[in-house]
Nanobody, 119 residues
Framework: QVQLVESGGGLVQAGGSLRLSCAAS????????MGWFRQAPGKERAFVGS????????YYRDSVKGRFTISRDNAKNTVFLQMNSLKSEDTAVYYC????????????WGQGTQVTVSS
């Protein structure tokens, strides 16, 4: 079992920045790859980005490339999502997820944190 707790969401003006955190427990954090997803009202949950177990490899959806950065601190069992140049279309509930290793199904999820970008 892995427990994931997100924090850092809130209301921000367009063009602003937020940093989300996701604290993990219950399993050796360095063995987990971590992902961020988001779900906007009326839409399906969508992949935002991910980071490999060692932190060397990251992936992003096209719409956030160059604006969002995922990083991790294995000593603190935490993954971060730095969001810059936020747009109204980034408004969503953001979830972190984990999986064992660098491939496969995302099998544990946090409860989500709301990000609202006002235009």
């Amino acid at each position: 079992q892995v427990q994931l707790v997100e924090s850092g969401g809130g209301l921000v003006q367009a063009g602003g920045s937020l940093r989300l955190s996701c604290a993990a427990s219950g399993r050796t954090f360095s063995s987990l790859s971590m992902g961020w997803f988001r779900q906007a009202p009326g839409k399906e949950r969508a992949f935002v980005g991910s980071i490999s177990t060692g932190g060397a490899v990251t992936y992003y959806r096209d719409s956030v490339k160059g604006r969002f950065t995922i990083s991790r601190d294995n000593a603190k069992n935490t993954v971060f999502l730095q969001m810059n140049s936020l747009k109204s279309e980034d408004t969503a509930v953001y979830y972190c997820a984990s999986r064992g290793g660098d491939f496969g199904t995302w099998d544990y999820w946090g409860q989500g944190t709301q990000v609202t970008v006002s235009s």
